[in-house]
């Protein structure tokens, strides 16, 4: 799991050499653009990002 409840993993990061601008990029192609909008994301071995976003968005 690279996120869990809005907070990066950031030993996940950097196992699979992914930095923040590469990460954002990601999470941009899933739609996502804050952090506290995911419950929980996955780095899939293909390189993508699976994202379960949060039923009540906090900020908001």
Sequence with gaps: MII???KINKVVL???KIDMNQLSEL???QGVF???EIDQAYLEKDGTITVKKRKNNPSK
């Design 4 to 6: 869990d409840k809005g």
């Design 27 to 29: 999470l941009r192609k």
């Design 34 to 36: 804050l952090l506290d």
């Design 14 to 16: 950097k196992k699979n």
